[in-house]
């Protein structure tokens, strides 16, 4: 930080030493102290010998006027700084942009402040090269600033003037205060300058800010304090500004190498910015997309419309045609300020390869590597052994289906499995109630006529009802369907028919239904939340996907799983747990189901380090609940193999796995509670507890 500096190293003594504003009102003592000075540099640059410092002048100045000797620098006349050429000083200029717009500010408001004062501020980049001469009183300071020809583009630095305020600074990368004659030069003994360093983001120097004025008027260790404060507040600026800059030119590479197109709206949805891969899709020969409203791409969808409303991002497939080639509009994400404003969103956009209509899917649900049978569903524990045997025998039939369960417990998986035993030879279309605005819902589920609607597509759109005619409509989240819908999907059900929106024919559709919830149903019947005679037609046949702390058995087969799937993606050696990682693991209640079982595996993986998952590799959620002493109750945990104890009997209890694992540590570790404890993630006094509760104590 620029203020972290002793005074007394950057301030010049003769501030220190005098109160006076005027050479004239000087003290003898004080003349006698400018006259010390002069002669002391005379001494040290002309007689030979060793000088000893004296405290009236610093090292730094000292060894400063020695390398301005050395450089061949007059001391009795002026050493005027070189001129840049103009194509030279504006290639500097343009390089220095985010500088200039960092000070450009601030150095307006203390030209204003300056007006009447004989001061100049300088601004000048890490070379000493001028960006801003700015003057206050022109008329007192016109014929001084004549006089040492001091001008946007003139290089001052040490080199070229001698010892000055801003030279040191470069060269130290500290503040530094230059007064009378410890100037190099013998003509600049009527100035003084105090002058403060600015750093870039990444600690380089980036330039300095002086202000000069002549000697002892307004001069003191407040105009240096001035510096300082100018040259932190333009540092701060520029620094974010850089920031920006850089973060912005990351997004820009990484839009233009995206192989999908991605279009940026402002908030009135004109296109600002597209990537290489939209310019593919969209070749418009006469304009460019640019400043275009969207409407003329992709029609007029409510999609981007409701986005930009809502600020709610949307992931839906919108089929359009252009330029005889069929595109996708898979997802519209908002953009969203730091004051939770949507000032614009982001579209992304991909080609449809050739496919017959009855193929094209939503979310990629028919995708080969998300295709799911019941074999792939992982889980040999009796609740799930049960749950597979009951939904097996519900994909034999042909009436909705209501799958219910938590959050992460792998309903879309059962509903793929059961689509697939079924009616795999149709598509299998998924909607996610709770992610599509209500206002969208009914025309993404049932479709429109052209022209239904402000923004419909001339030729109208076939809904997702439509698009699963021989197939599976998989509606997730449907206890989020707004309740004017529901008797309509009633009657589609009931009658196997359907109508668009501002349509007047029935068209006839052939599809199972898959329902699903993560909510009480009956409950929100009960509540007037939902439709009861919705609800008993999708309760055919219903079936409850246990939760993972439900069936403890299966979290080992689930561990090595998704240990494995994450070792092969990132192509790497498989890790191991360490036993205590493992006590924590099988102890923790997965709130979260499955998925969060899977999403702790990738974080531990990425955490760990030496291919062994540590207790701190864990998500801190984890650890925590796994320091919480209360008693285990005795839940079972996991079988070692699938043929030694399938069954929920066979399985040991929390409670042994825990006396296992620890009798195993303590042996590792020959019975030493220290390190014993740190390998079990726990501390002595428990481990202490355990060994007793357990009777694990050694035998002699």
């Known amino acids: 930080m620029i203020f972290l500096y002793s005074l007394s190293n950057i301030l010049s003594p003769m501030i220190f030493q005098t109160n006076r504003t005027s050479l004239q009102n000087l003290t003898t003592n004080e003349l006698e102290l400018l006259e010390r000075i002069r002669n002391y540099k005379i001494d040290i640059l002309t007689k030979p010998g060793p000088h000893p410092y004296g405290d009236f002048v610093r090292p730094e100045v000292v060894e400063s006027w020695q390398r301005s000797y050395n450089n061949r620098l007059k ?151 001035l510096a300082l404060n100018m040259a932190s507040a333009i540092q701060s600026l520029f620094q974010y500004q850089l920031e920006i800059e850089l973060h912005n030119e990351l997004l820009k590479v990484t839009f233009d190498v995206s192989d999908e197109g991605l279009i940026t709206l402002n908030k009135n949805g004109t296109i600002i910015k597209a990537n290489a891969k939209t310019k593919e899709l969209f070749p418009f020969p006469e304009r460019d997309l640019i400043g275009m409203p969207v409407e003329e791409i992709i029609g007029n969808s409510p999609l981007v419309k ?68 019941f074999e792939r569903i992982i889980g040999s524990s009796h609740q799930m052994a049960e749950t597979i045997k009951k939904a097996k025998k519900i994909a034999r039939l042909d009436d909705p289906v209501l799958i219910q369960g938590e959050s992460g417990t792998g309903k879309e998986l059962f509903a793929q499995a059961i689509h697939y035993t079924s009616r795999s030879q149709g598509p299998i279309i998924a909607l996610n109630c709770a992610a599509i605005p209500k206002t969208l819902i009914e025309s993404e589920l049932f479709g429109y006529e052209g022209g239904a609607f402000t923004g419909a597509e001339r030729q109208g759109r076939r809904g997702k009802i439509e698009l699963a005619n021989g197939g599976t409509l998989f509606l997730d989240e449907i206890g989020d369907m707004p ?37 009480n149903l009956a409950q929100l019947v009960r509540e007037d939340k939902f439709r009861a005679d919705l609800y008993y037609r999708l309760a055919v046949y219903t079936l409850k996907i246990p939760s993972l702390r439900e069936r403890r058995s299966d979290i080992r087969e689930l561990l090595r799983y998704f240990l494995l799937e994450e070792a092969k993606k990132q192509q790497i050696r498989v890790p191991a747990l360490s036993n205590a990682a493992k006590l924590l693991l099988y102890r923790y209640d997965w709130p979260g189901n499955v998925r969060q079982l899977k999403n702790t595996v990738m974080y531990a993986i990425n955490m760990s380090t030496g291919g062994v998952i540590k207790p701190q590799d864990l998500p801190d959620m984890i650890r925590e609940a796994g320091e919480t002493e209360v008693p285990i109750a005795d839940k079972p945990v996991f079988p070692d193999s699938k043929e030694d104890k399938p069954a929920l009997e066979a ?50």
């Open 483 to 519: 309740l004017e819908l529901q008797p309509v999907l009633l009657r589609v059900l009931e009658e196997k028919q359907v109508m668009r929106v501002g349509g007047s024919q029935y068209i006839p559709v052939d599809f199972r239904l898959i329902a699903a919830t993560n909510k």
């Open 306 to 373: 409701s986005v930009l409303e809502t600020g709610k991002a949307i992931k839906v497939d919108y089929e359009f045609k252009r330029a005889k080639q069929k595109l996708v509009l898979s997802s519209v994400k908002p953009l969203i300020s730091d004051c939770d404003i949507c000032f614009g969103c982001v579209l992304t956009i991909n080609r449809i390869k050739e496919l017959s209509k009855p193929e094209l899917v939503t979310n990629s649900i028919n995708d080969s590597e998300s295709k799911y049978s």
């Open 75 to 225: 001391i009795f006349d002026y050493n005027y700084g070189p001129l840049l050429t103009e194509t030279v000083f504006s290639e500097v200029l343009r390089e220095k942009n985010i500088l200039l717009k960092a000070a450009d500010p601030y150095i307006r408001q203390m030209e204003s402040i300056l007006t009447n004062m004989e001061s100049i501020i300088l601004l000048s980049d890490e070379n000493g090269v001028m960006l801003r001469v700015i003057v206050g009183s022109k008329e007192k300071l016109a014929e001084q600033n004549e006089r040492f020809k001091l001008e946007p583009g003139s290089v001052w630095t040490e080199r070229t003037v001698g010892t000055c305020a801003h030279g040191l600074s470069l060269i130290l990368g500290t503040p530094m205060q230059i007064c009378g004659p410890e100037h190099y030069c013998e003509k600049y003994e009527d100035i003084s300058c105090s002058s403060a360093p600015i750093y870039d983001a990444f600690n380089v120097l980036a330039g300095t800010l002086s202000i000069v004025t002549p000697s002892f008027q307004h001069q003191s260790s407040h105009t240096l304090a």
């Open 651 to 700: 399985a040991p209890s929390l409670s042994e796995v825990e006396r296992d694992v620890i009798q195993e540590v303590l042996a590792q570790k020959d019975y030493c509670i220290s390190h014993a404890a740190k390998a079990l993630g726990m501390s002595r006094s428990t481990l202490y507890k355990k060994i007793k509760e357990y009777n694990l104590y050694r035998m002699k």
